[in-house]
C-alpha cells in the first residue's frame, strides 16, 4: 500500500488548504483513514480521521469547527479541508491508513494503530 499526500503549502492566517491523500496497491483495503501532523520540535499529534465504510469522523479539540475530513472511496482517496487556518496549524501534514477494525473511536486516534504512512506535506501558516 503506499499513500501519496498533496495540497500543502503556504497560506496567511485565516486561509484555508484542501489536503488530498490518494492510496494505491492491490492490497489496500482500509477500515479507516487518518490524519496527523508534526509541528517542529513536537511530537506527532492526531488531527482527524474517518471509518472508511460508515464515513465516521474523530477530531482532535484544535481542529473541531475548522478542518473536515472526507474520503472518495471510489478514488481511494482521503481529503482535509483545512479552514481558519492559524500559525499553531503549521506543521508537516501526513496521512495514514488502518486496515484493524475497531468499535472504539478512539482506536483510530492512535498513531500506532495505523499501518501505512503517507510521506508528509508541509503546511506553514503564516501570522
Known amino acids: 500500500v503506499q499513500l501519496q499526500a498533496s495540497g500543502g503549502g503556504l497560506v496567511q492566517a485565516g486561509g484555508s488548504l484542501r489536503l488530498s491523500c490518494a492510496a494505491s496497491?492491490?492490497?489496500?483495503?482500509?477500515?479507516?483513514m487518518g490524519w496527523f501532523r508534526q509541528a517542529p520540535g513536537k511530537e506527532r499529534e492526531f488531527v482527524a480521521a474517518i471509518r472508511w465504510r460508515g464515513g465516521g469522523t474523530y477530531y482532535t479539540d484544535s481542529v473541531k469547527g475548522r478542518f473536515s475530513i472526507s474520503r472518495d472511496i471510489a478514488k481511494n482517496t482521503v481529503y482535509l479541508q483545512m479552514n481558519s487556518l492559524n500559525p499553531e496549524d503549521t506543521a508537516v501534514y501526513y496521512c495514514a491508513t488502518s486496515d484493524r477494525l475497531s468499535i472504539r473511536d478512539s482506536y483510530y486516534t492512535l498513531a500506532g494503530n495505523y499501518g501505512y504512512w503517507g510521506q508528509g506535506t508541509l503546511v506553514t501558516v503564516s501570522s
Open positions: 496497491g492491490r492490497a489496500f483495503s482500509s477500515s479507516a
